[in-house]
């Protein structure tokens, strides 16, 4: 008999197609946040050896006033910078919290459909074995009425 055909099917392919370019665009983002997430914790460790090369200059006996106010300058520009770093992580986040419930939308869009489709072929499968069985059923009363009027 006929095969089936889903009759969304070019539907399907197009949600297919989104939610793998959504998926890719995650997978971009992420990686985007571990690159911004690794340049902040850089910017931390350097905080943090200035902080301590400022403490050792504090430390010596004979104060150099000039060493300790370029440390001092020095974190000052490193707590500048791992405030925006910061901000540009904490956006990266919420755009990949976005893109998640993005990406969970469209899977869920495409297994709707897929559900529906299988749905369908199981209808199909169905109908085309009853249509199965009533052609059985027609050829064997034919052939009942033929060999009875034989007789």
């Known amino acids: 008999m006929a095969k089936f055909k889903f009759r969304l099917q070019s539907v ?3 949600k297919e197609q989104v939610e793998e370019a959504l998926k890719m665009e ?6 985007a946040h571990q690159r911004e997430l690794l340049a902040l914790q850089e910017l931390e460790g350097e905080k943090a050896h200035t902080a301590r090369a ?5 430390e010596r006996e004979q104060l150099d006033l000039a060493a300790i106010e370029l440390h001092v300058a020095y974190l000052d520009i490193l707590e500048e910078a791992i ?6 992580v904490q956006e990266l986040e919420e755009r990949l919290t976005r893109k998640r419930e993005e990406v969970i939308v469209a899977m869920q ?4 459909l897929e559900k529906l489709r299988d749905r369908e072929a199981w209808r199909a499968a169905l109908e085309e074995r009853r249509m199965e069985g009533k052609l ?9 009425g ?3 009027s034989i007789l």
């Open 12 to 14: 399907l392919s197009y």
């Open 26 to 31: 995650l997978a971009q983002l992420q990686e």
């Open 54 to 58: 400022l403490q050792r200059e504090e």
């Open 83 to 88: 405030v925006s770093q910061t901000s540009l």
């Open 109 to 112: 869009e495409r297994k709707a």
């Open 136 to 144: 059985i059923d027609e050829v064997a009363t034919a052939r009942f």
């Open 146 to 148: 033929r060999e009875r």
